[in-house]
């Protein structure tokens, strides 16, 4: 996949669910393609927990592309760093400067719409996400019923479940108490949950490690590694905050009137064999909601979303399909 531009666009002032006001939001974004004016010819993606814009979030990267499902000579693939993470969108609050804020996925859709407002982009064509970036998805949908003509939500709960606060916790409290060194052992717990039994004993079994007994043990410390060396533990801390407060329902009238305001296609994909949010937790949301279901389905379980390229692309392609994209003509001057 050709590299994304980066750029950022400014947020005079936002407040959060909490009250707390947020002043000089700088978003950090990335777009693939170019954006026709009006926006209609955008595919908007959330990104998931520890993804970011310069890699569109790991999200489908083998189907995005000139030729490939997403056709990046038809399509502009955009991306906006999620309030609270690391990767580019900052703030200043009282006189502070990005501090650790109570952060929920309603914000980051909020903030999500007047970023795109800042671009002259009233609607979409369709709106994306897998895990958190699902979740931040359909409040999304709830939000702005309007904006998009598609969402298509992977592995994501509408309210995040007992299992997935839980699994959370133990997170948050490795990280508080350690640090970075917490930080990569919330990493290997969290990997635990994004794969499956299968795959794991299928690659790994009782083989031998590099420098430890097991080859599972390797596999997990370097991915422990790989996210101190690349995340920020406040960050880590905020964004799982922000997934245990998820409710698309609350403060709406519950999910089934949340999401059933929503005017364009709604579509939920479930993973068999994801033990994190499985098929079980989407279905119930697209039945509540009226909402098409369809399955990845996948060895690799949770992690599906991001590792079954062709068959993700094929699901965000084929909500392109229906759209009538405009004629090519570059949005320039975007930066903030």
């Not at 709604?266 to 039945?287: E, F, N």
């Not at 992690?303 to 068959?311: A, I, M, N, P």
Request: glycine content about 14%; charged content about 25%.
């Amino acid at each position: 996949m050709t590299k994304p531009r980066v750029e950022t666009v400014t947020i005079p002032e936002f407040r959060i669910d909490s009250g707390s006001v947020l002043f000089d939001v700088r978003v950090a974004w990335s777009v693939l393609g170019e954006i026709e004016p009006g926006g209609g010819n955008v595919a908007l993606v959330f990104h998931s927990l520890t993804g970011g814009p310069a890699d569109l979030g790991g999200f489908f990267p083998e189907a995005v592309g000139p030729g490939r499902p997403v056709d990046t000579g038809r399509w502009a693939v955009v991306c906006p760093n999620l309030l609270g993470s690391c990767y580019g969108t900052t703030w200043r609050e009282a006189g502070e400067t990005s501090g650790r804020i109570a952060v929920t996925t309603r914000d980051m859709a909020r903030l999500a719409g007047l970023f795109l407002d800042a671009l002259f982009i009233p609607r979409v064509a369709v709106a994306t996400g897998g895990s958190l970036g699902g979740m931040v998805a359909l409040e999304w949908a709830a939000t702005f019923p309007e904006r998009s003509k598609a969402v298509v939500v992977f592995a994501a709960p509408a309210a995040h479940t007992a299992w997935g606060i839980g699994w959370n916790h133990i997170q948050r409290l490795a990280v508080e108490r350690l640090g970075a060194e917490g930080l990569a052992l919330a990493r290997m717990i969290g990997m635990l949950t994004y794969r499956t039994p299968d795959e794991l004993e299928t690659r790994f079994g009782r083989k031998a490690g590099t420098g430890d007994p097991f080859a599972i043990q390797s596999y997990l410390k370097r991915h422990g590694e790989k996210l101190v060396a690349r995340f920020d533990t406040k960050s880590y801390l905020t964004l799982l905050d922000a997934m245990d407060s998820h409710d698309v329902g609350r403060g709406r009238g519950g999910i089934s009137r949340a999401l059933g305001a929503f005017r364009g296609r709604l579509t939920g994909v479930g993973i068999p064999g994801d033990v994190l949010y499985g098929p079980a937790d989407v279905k119930r949301w697209t039945r509540r909601a009226g909402a098409a279901y369809r399955e990845v389905r996948s060895l690799r379980g949770h992690d599906g979303f991001l590792l079954e390229t062709e068959r993700v692309g094929d699901l965000i392609a084929g909500e392109l399909a229906p759209v009538v994209a405009p004629a090519r003509r570059r949005i320039a001057g975007l930066r903030g």
